[in-house]
C-alpha cells in the first residue's frame, strides 16, 4: 500500500505541472482514489485502535496479575501496534495531500479554494 500511495502522489504532482488536461475528468478519477484510500485509512485507525487498546489492556492485566505469558502478549501487541501507527501516520498524511491536491486541480479547472502553504 505504501508504494501505491506514494507512486499516485507522484503522478497527480507531475499531472499538475501540465496545463492541457481534462481536469474535470482528472478531478473525478482522483476523487475515486481519494474515497479508496479514505476507506484504507479508516480501517487501519480501527485496527490501530484496537492493537492500542489489547496494547493497554494486557499491561495493566499484566499490571496486577504478573504473568509472564500476559508480558509476552504486550510486547507482541507493542511489536505489532508500531508499525500500525507508523503506517496510519502515512495515510492521514497522504489523504491530507491527496486533498490539497484536489484543491489546485480545481483551480485549474475553475476558480476554487485553495489552501496556501502555511
Known sequence: MKK?????????????????????????????????????????????????????????????????VILALAIGFMVLLIPYIMHYYLLENSVQRMYTQYDRMRAKSEKAFIMKDE
Open 4 to 68: 501505491r500511495i506514494l507512486a499516485y502522489l507522484e503522478y497527480i504532482d507531475n499531472l499538475l505541472e501540465e496545463e492541457d488536461k481534462d481536469w474535470n475528468k482528472e478531478i473525478e478519477k482522483h476523487l475515486i482514489q481519494i474515497g479508496f484510500f479514505a476507506h484504507e485509512r479508516l480501517v487501519h485507525l480501527i485496527v490501530m485502535f484496537l492493537f492500542a487498546l489489547g496494547t493497554f489492556m494486557s499491561i495493566l492485566y499484566f499490571h496486577f496479575c504478573e504473568a509472564i
